[in-house]
């Protein structure tokens, strides 16, 4: 299991860009539950809530920064059951639990492997916002132990 923090920041974005954005957007996907205050406090969430993707985005930095090794991930072939299961607001501070639910060798590519992470997003109540579980394709070490000879 790994824990890191980092603080929810920017989820309102400035006059000018809530603007930029309501503009270039077509109003049948607009969504004032993310970008504007009176208009979100009326809604489904009772006040602003950050996009679900935004979230990912902060998952994916904070797994990246602080759980990938940047000499060891190759890529990753996707996630799976990704679930959003509560809200996410201004002044959140999120942190990530990871949890290694299954390694295996790559069959094809011995210098590597596949790693299941199951990720929990967690707020600051440790209240769990958001859970998936990732794939990710990484280098392995050369195996230490001396090549067996067959006879």
Request: proline share 7%.
């Amino acid at each position: 299991m790994f824990t890191c923090r980092a603080s929810w920041a920017c989820l309102v974005p400035s006059r000018s860009a809530r603007r930029r954005f309501w503009i270039s957007r077509p109003a049948s996907t607009r969504k004032g539950i993310h970008t504007d205050a009176s208009a979100a406090a009326g809604g489904p969430f009772n006040g602003l809530i950050a996009s679900g993707w935004h979230t990912m985005a902060l998952m994916m930095r904070i797994l990246v920064r602080y759980y990938l090794n940047e000499a060891a991930s190759l890529a990753s072939p996707g996630v799976d059951e990704l679930r959003w299961l509560k809200p996410v607001r201004p002044g959140d501070v999120l942190s990530l639990r990871c949890t290694v639910v299954q390694a295996r060798a790559s069959r094809s590519k011995p210098d590597r492997g596949l790693v299941h992470t199951a990720i929990e997003i967690l707020n600051q109540h440790q209240e769990t916002v958001a859970t998936l579980t990732m794939m990710n394709l990484l280098r392995r070490r050369p195996d230490p132990r001396p090549a067996v000879s067959g006879r």
